[in-house]
Nanobody
Framework: QVSLVESGGGSVQTGGSLRLSCAVN????????LAWFRQPPGKERERVAT???????VYPLYPEGRFTGSLDRAKNVLYLQMNHLRPEDSAMYYC???????????????????????WGQGTQVTVSS
C-alpha cells in the first residue's frame, strides 16, 4: 500500500552537493510525517531531516544546517538536499514515514513526529576526500 523508494545516491567529493529523492506512494501527507535517516556501517541510525504533516521542515536542521528536507506533494517526491558534504556523511540513507501525532496546546497545537512505520530500501552515499 505505502511504498518509499530512494534514489540519487552515489559518490561525491568532499565539499560537493547531492540531492536524494524518495518516491512516495499511497501516503496521506496530511496525517503523516516524513523523514530522512542515515546509518554508517557499524554505527547507530540517526535522523537527519524531518517534514511534518503540514509539509514543513522540523527544526533544528541536522546536521549543522547542511541538509534540507523538502516535500513536493504534487510530484509525490521527498527530497534531501545535502551541501558541503564531508567523508563522515558517508552512509546508507533511508526515507521513512509515520503517523503524525497532534497535541493541543491552547489555541495552537504541536505536531509530533516520533514513530516511523514505513521505510525505503536505502540509497548509498559515499563522500571521498
Amino acid at each position: 500500500q505505502v511504498s518509499l523508494v530512494e534514489s540519487g545516491g552515489g559518490s561525491v567529493q568532499t565539499g560537493g552537493s547531492l540531492r536524494l529523492s524518495c518516491a512516495v506512494n499511497g501516503l496521506t501527507y496530511s496525517t503523516h510525517c516524513l523523514a530522512w535517516f542515515r546509518q554508517p556501517p557499524g554505527k547507530e541510525r540517526e535522523r537527519v531531516a524531518t517534514i511534518d504533516s503540514d509539509g514543513d521542515p522540523v527544526y533544528p536542521l541536522y546536521p549543522e544546517g547542511r541538509f534540507t528536507g523538502s516535500l513536493d506533494r504534487a510530484k509525490n517526491v521527498l527530497y534531501l538536499q545535502m551541501n558541503h558534504l564531508r567523508p563522515e556523511d558517508s552512509a546508507m540513507y533511508y526515507c521513512a514515514a509515520g503517523e503524525a501525532r497532534r497535541a493541543q496546546r491552547g489555541p495552537s497545537y504541536l505536531i509530533l513526529c516520533d514513530d516511523f512505520d514505513y521505510w525505503g530500501q536505502g540509497t548509498q552515499v559515499t563522500v571521498s576526500s
